[in-house]
């Protein structure tokens, strides 16, 4: 690799770009690097044996400068702040790629094959995508055909948010992890060890609930022995931890983000989008998704966090951030709107809308008297 980045220090003298420029950190730089020593070893050692399984291959020169012209722009060129590997070596390897996809083509919604969406889609309602606790299929596809739902992500906004308006008839809420413990979902979801999750969310039989279909025979009680899959109203998917934003809405496992192995984080809240969209749902109101956690504010449920979770979810929301904003075209070609009710929310990906509107697009109308509707129906 030496002599590929020797051939490309010669590129200086071609005047579109000098190599050397990237050798000093700058200090955005270097406050942007977050892997401690012991994950930047562990990037460092899976990056080289992917490198070498492969044959040890490099990209073009163009390529190589193209890359490196995108990560001057987002980190200053010095080490990447996710893997934090060496960028000049790093973006001359065939076998990496960027964390936050920013070496992809950028694509818009309208370049997108909508029809080919919906029609892969429609596809799925034939296969195998949920399951119950024993493994056989159930299907819950379609079951909220263009409905509106609003996503509760469990920020320290939500703890402001009027809850009484969510309880509007027609409004359908989704809840994930422990926040049922402050408002009560119709549908939710978790996707870490289930005993993190409280029981009385677990056997609660009006909710609607997803979880992996590798949690059944895992206890959930911390007082008991009961399992999962004993649980009312369950259902299952599986997940896969290769973020492909092209086939991510209509590949019959649930993508969570991406492995450790390509330098991703893993989250609820993208099988939680995509339960959304194969159950019909076509507008998600997002709700106490701020993106955003200190000391002083972390969830809206009481849960303590550690100053090093703090710092290990404030990355996780960055690099969500960059897959949502990978997702969002193909979201926009699918006819799936998403919308931020938090005007405050650090995500910025989708827009703003208040969350009283929301719920005037969804409410429905209960004032009418039930008087005579037992009568006759005449014409
Ligand atoms: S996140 Fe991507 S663009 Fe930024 S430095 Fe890392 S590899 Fe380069």
Known sequence: MSDFLDQIDDEAELGHADPFRYDKPSAVDEARIKPTIPELVAHFSRAMTRWIKKGLPVVSKKEYLRRMDICVECSGGWRCPHCGCVIRAKAALETEICPEGRWEEKIEAKQIDASAIKSKTKELYNMNVFFNAKGKPVNPMGQFSNQSVFLIMNG???K???KTILDTPGVITFGVNNGPVIYRPNVWMAVDPPYRFMSHIWEDPAIMKFTFTGHAK?????QNKKKVGDCPNLFMIKQNSDFNPQAWLYEPTFNWGDSK????????????IKICYLLGFRKIYL??????????????????RTKAAITSNMRLYTLLTTYLNRLQPYFKAAGLEIYNCNPESKLAVFPYKDIIEAISEVKLDTSVSSFGMYKKKVS
């Open 156 to 158: 320290p906004s939500f």
């Open 160 to 162: 402001k948010t009027n």
């Open 218 to 222: 895992k206890k959930y009680g911390r």
């Open 261 to 272: 192995k390509r330098h991703g984080r893993v989250c609820v809240m993208l099988p939680s």
């Open 287 to 304: 709700v106490g998704c701020d993106f955003f956690m200190d000391e002083e504010n972390k969830y809206s449920f009481e849960e303590d």
